[in-house]
């Protein structure tokens, strides 16, 4: 059974960093994507950034929202995944979900999620 | 980027009847869209892949179609289970984009 299960979250000061991790079982992990998906309380749903698999040299992809202040890594021999976040801004407040990604498919698994949240 | 533009944001209907959402590309995805459903408090479930493929343990009355710009995920007889938030997200390119959703509720 495919499993993601994100951790880190809690409440982070604006400007302060933060770490997620998602720990990822019952499928071979260096083969597929992992995406980060959020949710602001209350909204849609907003793609974060992707890490390709191991065919692919690991490479990431970042919404704009979040390029330069967001890092997506992955540790294969430890069947994980983080997302460091630096310089939070208030409207990064979400609860954060990992995914699992065939190449060339849309997310087929998800996490259930963790809540950042931004505040003074 | 592309936009996704999901309708209607909402729509109130009764069990049994047919439910229909639409989602619209800005730009050609050809069929690189998938269809969620979400329910509060819990992460989203993926219903279709590549615009008309149900997945697998997906109940046969969600269906999907289009190509192209314009895509549909149809509801043939609703059930009290699946009045919940729809959203459909296009990965033919970066950034990956969602639709802005469609909450289906109890008439």
């Known amino acids: 059974e495919v499993q993601l299960v994100e951790s880190g979250g809690g409440l982070v000061q604006p400007g302060g960093s933060l770490r997620l991790s998602c720990a990822a079982s019952g499928f071979p992990f260096s083969e597929h994507y992992i995406d980060w998906v959020r949710q602001a309380p209350g909204k849609g749903l907003e793609w974060v950034g992707r890490i390709r698999n191991k065919a692919n040299s690991y490479t990431t992809e970042y919404a704009a929202s979040v390029k330069g202040r967001f890092t997506i890594s992955r540790d294969n021999s430890k069947n994980s995944l983080y997302l460091q976040m630096n310089s939070l801004k208030t409207e990064d407040t979400a609860v954060y979900y990992c995914t699992r990604t065939i190449p060339g498919s849309s997310p087929d698994s998800w996490g259930q999620g963790t809540l950042v949240t931004v505040s003074s | 980027d592309i936009q996704m533009t999901q309708s209607p944001s909402s729509l109130s209907a009764s069990v049994g009847d047919r439910v229909t959402i639409t989602c619209r590309a800005s730009q050609g995805i050809t069929n690189d869209l998938g269809w969620y459903q979400q329910k509060p408090g819990k992460a989203p479930k993926r219903l279709i892949y590549?615009?008309?493929n149900l997945q697998s343990g997906v109940p046969s009355r969600f269906s999907g179609s289009g190509s192209g710009t314009e895509f549909t995920l149809t509801i043939s007889s609703l059930q009290p289970e699946d009045f919940a938030t729809y959203y459909c997200l296009q990965h033919k390119s970066y950034p990956l984009t969602f639709g802005q959703g469609t909450k289906v509720e109890i008439k």
């Open positions: 590549a615009a008309s």
